[in-house]
């Protein structure tokens, strides 16, 4: 039997709360502001906490369980993170206030920069992007105006390996850049050839993924920045991926010229539900003076009595705003808290262990799952999802019955250049067991798929919502805010 849904228990007239008398008049609502058709369930408060406590169990979520999803970075938030974000005086500040007030918040903000700077070797950083696209978008909003800046307005063309995330051309299609997709070479490189033959005065930048979809460190990254800078291009670092290389190599160091990080990802922010997350943009020397208005600086030095006094500084070639006030501060300083708690030694520790776990479930995996570039992984890995000998089975159905085993999926059908792909990302926050019964139910559901693969095709089986048609889905979709409400009309 289904379980009662909250409007089955609604009784007329119990209530959650119960209100003293009025000791001020009652006064109508104005005319027009109640919805004449609104029947809310009328339950009582402990019926209420059980509605939101069966629906948050319905949910899978990083405190539950593994959460492999490839390219999103689902490690453990430790929940330092948050009580200090809930800190009266960080989270009860407004951005108006006076600086004068808030003087701790900006020092945050401050560090935060300075230590984005030293772990990715970069001169500059702005903290205002929401996330890694509106990174993206700021990042080549600044590769723009550069050459306009220098009269390059022919300057149009943007390079995209394919083997890029689906946001960096969606970012630069955006500004107008006529976006040019790059090859890879079967090592899963970008193609250097391709590359050469596209590099000429027309060239505005090429925005490079390292590590790539693939999971792979590109090991032509010197020559690829080489020729595109001998040809007066600019060279974006999609810098998501930073994970993998936390400690161990800065993209600054190499001369790429712009990077967003991912701060959600990397620095350990709750995300998924769509936000709120962070994409601060570090730039090179020669683009300081491009970066969003304001930054935070200090505008007055201290000595051995006083502290500097922080504030905002004015870039003199900006590209402006890209967002209200100064970015998502909550999440810098959650990102503060869990950079301080880990220093230098626990960042490397971090992008080390979870270079370690990905090869460690690859060569748990290939074989029985074809590994199509037969490379050290960085973070993570993909496979494909499918047998030859048995063409009925998809990733989407691997996928699926992963979730019978208790797992989140890996991202499936990304990236594009892998069939069927399936793409595994542990991280560095998993137990050795974890990534064993993990491994034990992909091999086990490969089993499946030779011996059984119904069981595959209608998966989930113990999921409280089966697997939807996702043909009906999109054709005949039905928005409903609360049963019987006809919103067809
Ligand atoms: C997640 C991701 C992005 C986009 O970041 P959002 O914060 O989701 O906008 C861009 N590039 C790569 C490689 C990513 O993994």
Redesign the pocket.
């Known amino acids: 039997m289904p379980e009662p849904t909250i409007y089955d228990i609604s009784v007329p007239g119990r209530k959650g709360v119960t209100f003293p008398e009025p000791d001020v008049p009652q006064t109508a609502l104005p005319e027009g502001f109640i919805r004449e058709k609104l029947p809310l369930p009328e339950v009582s408060e402990l019926e209420v906490v059980r509605h939101f406590t069966h629906i948050s169990q319905n949910n899978y979520a990083i405190d539950l369980g593994f959460y492999p999803l490839g390219?999103?970075t689902m490690k453990y938030n430790p929940k330092i993170n948050e009580a200090v974000s809930r800190l009266s005086g960080f989270g009860a500040t407004h951005p108006l206030q006076p600086i004068e007030s808030v003087q701790g918040n900006l020092y945050l903000m401050y560090a935060v920069q300075e230590m984005l700077k030293e772990i990715a070797g970069f001169a500059g950083v702005t903290l205002m992007p929401a996330?890694?696209?509106?990174g993206e978008l700021t990042g080549t909003l600044i590769i723009s105006k550069y050459h306009r800046d220098r009269g390059d307005h022919q300057r149009t063309r943007m390079l995209i390996p394919d083997s890029a995330?689906g946001?960096n051309p969606a970012s630069s299609a955006m500004l107008g850049f006529d976006i040019v997709p790059l090859p890879s070479d079967e090592n899963g490189n970008v193609d250097i050839e391709a590359l050469k033959a596209l590099c000429d005065d027309k060239l505005a930048g090429l925005m490079l993924?390292n590590p790539n979809?693939l999971g792979l460190f590109d090991e032509n990254v010197v020559e690829v920045i080489k020729l595109v800078h001998e040809s007066g291009g600019l060279v974006y670092g999609?810098g998501?991926?930073m994970n993998a290389l936390l400690g161990v190599f800065r993209p600054g160091d190499i001369g790429i010229d712009i990077l967003h990080f991912?701060i959600?990802?990397t620095f350990s922010t709750p995300h998924g539900g769509g936000g709120p997350?962070s994409?601060p943009v570090a730039v090179a020397e020669h683009l300081v003076e491009y970066l969003p208005d304001p930054v935070v600086g200090i505008i007055e030095e201290g000595d051995s009595e006083t502290a500097p006094l922080y504030g905002f500084i004015h870039p003199t070639k900006t590209i402006g705003r890209v967002k209200t006030f100064y970015g998502h501060f909550g999440i810098l300083v959650r990102a503060f808290t869990y950079i301080s708690m880990l220093g230098k030694e626990g960042l490397r520790d971090v992008a080390e262990k979870a270079v370690l776990n990905a090869n460690y479930l690859q060569e748990k995996l290939k074989g029985t799952y074809t590994l199509p570039y037969d490379r050290h992984c960085m973070h993570e890995f993909v496979l494909e999802g499918f047998w030859k000998d048995v063409p009925g089975v998809h990733a989407l159905d691997i996928a699926k019955r992963l979730m019978d085993y208790n797992f989140h999926p890996p991202t499936n059908y990304f990236p594009l250049i892998v069939h069927e792909a399936l793409m595994i990302e542990p991280t560095e926050t998993k137990a050795l067991e974890t990534h064993d019964r993990f491994a034990d139910a992909m091999l086990k559901i490969a089993e499946e798929g030779h011996t059984n693969p119904e069981l595959l095709h209608e998966a989930p089986h113990n999921t409280p919502v089966r697997r939807c048609d996702e043909l009906k889905a999109a054709k005949d979709l039905v928005f409903c805010c609360y049963p019987g409400d006809d919103w067809t009309g």
């Not at 996330?131 to 509106?134: D, L, Q, R, S, T």
């Open positions: 390219s999103c996330a890694g696209a509106h995330h946001t993924t979809t999609d998501a991926n991912n959600h990802k997350g994409g």
